[in-house]
C-alpha cells in the first residue's frame, strides 16, 4: 500500500502563488508517475499536471505557463509551484501516484494507482 499526504493549499489573491507538496510513502516500488488533479464541487475531476520517474512533465491547457510540476531527490515527493493564480483555480487538489502498468496487470503491484485526500486551494477575487 501507498500512502499520499498533500500539504500547502489555502487561500491566495487573485495573482499569487502556493506550492503543494505530496509525499509518497509505504511500498513506493512500483510508483512509476506522479500528479496533480482537481476538482470543484458538481465537475469532474480534472487533470492538472503530471510528471514521470524519469522527470517528463505534461500540464492541463488550463495551467500552461502558469503552473510546474517537480520531482524531489526521493521521486517520492512531487511539488505544484502554482504563480499567477486565478479564481476559476479554486478547487479542491488531490496527488495522484500512478503504479507501472505492466508491473500491476502481473499482479507485482498492489493497484493500478493511489490518491491523496486532497488539499483545498482558495483564489480569491
Known amino acids: 500500500q501507498v500512502q499520499l499526504v498533500e500539504s500547502g493549499g489555502g487561500l491566495v489573491q487573485a495573482g499569487g502563488s502556493l506550492t503543494l507538496s505530496c509525499a509518497a510513502s509505504?511500498?513506493?516500488?512500483?510508483?512509476?508517475?506522479m500528479g496533480w488533479y482537481r476538482q470543484t464541487l458538481g465537475k469532474q475531476r480534472e487533470a492538472v499536471a503530471g510528471i514521470t520517474s524519469s522527470g517528463s512533465a505534461d500540464y492541463g491547457d488550463s495551467v500552461k505557463g502558469r503552473f510546474t510540476i517537480s520531482m524531489g531527490n526521493t521521486k517520492n515527493t512531487v511539488f505544484l509551484q502554482m504563480n499567477s493564480l486565478k479564481p476559476e483555480d479554486t478547487a479542491v487538489y488531490y496527488c495522484?501516484?500512478?503504479?507501472?502498468?505492466?508491473?500491476?496487470?502481473?499482479?507485482?503491484?498492489?493497484?493500478?494507482?493511489?490518491w491523496g485526500q486532497g488539499t483545498q486551494v482558495t483564489v480569491s477575487p
Open positions: 509505504g511500498d513506493t516500488s512500483c510508483i512509476t508517475a
Open positions: 495522484n501516484a500512478v503504479n507501472d502498468p505492466a508491473a500491476t496487470a502481473r499482479g507485482v503491484c498492489a493497484q493500478p494507482d493511489y
